[in-house]
């Protein structure tokens, strides 16, 4: 098995936070920018901050290109090195017990949420329009993000030696820091959650039960997370 340095593991680690945060951004603010000349030309011109409205739905149109295009590039610069499966820990042995294992994961996480009103149970399951646009952006998350944290940042640490523990803690602490943009609390309860993500994943040998959990959870929590989230903030 290739070997990096913590140093070179460490960078990987920034980068990836970086890129598929940054992208993220910039592709919800040319949203914005788009929007903000609709309505000029339009003879409506808005000042001051966008509408919550259109920042959500900003994130909803553009949100899953940084996470696609990070985990394609990541990809495309060490294609030469290694196989999608191994970059992205995605061979699996047995893909019913890590369906399995996923549900039963996502399950608990959508109760913990639930039972916290982030969404309240009231909302996950109520399929308008606004869960239907939610839709491609949180399977979009629950594929990449386990794709690149729970998958390749954790290769990396692997790589440079790091422990079990090691994985765990340093790939719960940069998927945290992916989500700077939820605020203190919401970091803390991602790191948590990203946790729970790295040792299904570590126990079952690949993503797969990681990306059904984090799939099942999206679908549940969203768009009332991120509504959650914005008013948190305003």
Excluded at 103 to 116: K, T
Excluded at 141 to 166: D, N, P, T, Y
Aim: aromatic share 16%.
């Amino acid at each position: 098995m290739e070997t990096v340095s913590k140093g070179q593991s460490i960078k990987w680690i920034i980068l990836t936070i970086i890129c598929s945060l940054g992208v993220s951004l910039f592709a919800t603010n040319f949203y914005i920018a788009f929007w903000y000349m609709r309505m000029a030309m339009a003879g409506t011109p808005h000042e001051g901050a966008p509408p919550p409205g259109v920042i959500q739905q900003g994130m909803f149109f553009t949100g899953w290109l940084g996470l696609w295009f990070t985990v394609l590039l990541w990809w495309f610069l060490k294609r030469k090195q290694d196989s999608f499966a191994t970059l992205f820990n995605t061979k699996t042995d047995n893909f019913l017990k890590d369906l399995f294992a996923g549900l039963l994961v996502g399950g608990i996480w959508v109760i913990i949420y639930g039972l916290i009103d982030w969404p309240p149970f009231s909302e996950m399951f109520l399929f308008d329009s606004k869960k239907l646009l939610s839709i491609p952006t949180s399977l979009s998350a629950g594929f990449c993000e386990e794709f690149l944290f729970r998958g390749f940042v954790v290769l990396m640490i692997a790589r440079a030696g790091g422990s079990k523990k090691h994985q765990v803690i340093w790939s719960s602490l940069a998927f945290g820091m992916a989500h700077i943009l939820w605020g203190p609390v919401g970091m803390l309860f991602t790191v948590f959650l990203g946790a729970s993500f790295a040792m299904i994943t570590i126990y079952r040998g690949n993503v797969w039960p990681a990306v059904v959990a984090h799939s099942l959870l999206n679908i549940c929590i969203e768009p009332g997370l991120i509504e959650k989230a914005m008013s948190m903030r305003t």
